[in-house]
């Protein structure tokens, strides 16, 4: 793909990543656990990207952690704050319209 592709994607899947750690911190996760859950479904991201968007959740306040500190190597675990289930609520809603606007631009008959 060419770089201008690249950034277009980048920025459209940029969102969608918020999205998706929220949902899915409903349920305690630790980053490199969630980093392998993405990947499986479908959001393909990086330590580089995903440590800093954990770290900004948690700071506005979305995401809330804890140390793990029971088994040999210390993980920090993420979890959904009501906050945040509030936005992933909101944010669903919003995309699926989204989507659905889409649609009606893309499935027009000629």
Not at 19 to 36: D, F, I
Not at 68 to 76: G, I, L, M, Q, V
Not at 93 to 104: C, G, H, Y
Request: proline share 3%; glycine share 6%; net charge negative.
């Amino acid at each position: 793909m060419n770089e201008t592709l690249d950034t277009h994607l980048q920025e459209l899947r940029r969102g969608t990543v918020v999205l998706a750690c929220l949902q899915l911190l409903r349920t305690p996760g630790y980053g490199y656990g969630l980093l392998e859950e993405l990947e499986r479904r479908g959001f393909a991201t990086d330590a580089n990207t995903l440590y800093p968007l954990l770290r900004r959740l948690e700071k506005q306040e979305y995401l809330t952690s804890e140390w793990n500190t029971e088994e040999a190597r210390p993980r920090k675990f993420y979890r959904t704050s009501d906050a945040g289930i509030r936005l992933a609520d909101t944010l669903t809603q919003d995309w699926l319209a989204l989507t659905a606007a889409i649609a009606t631009l893309t499935d027009q008959e000629n």
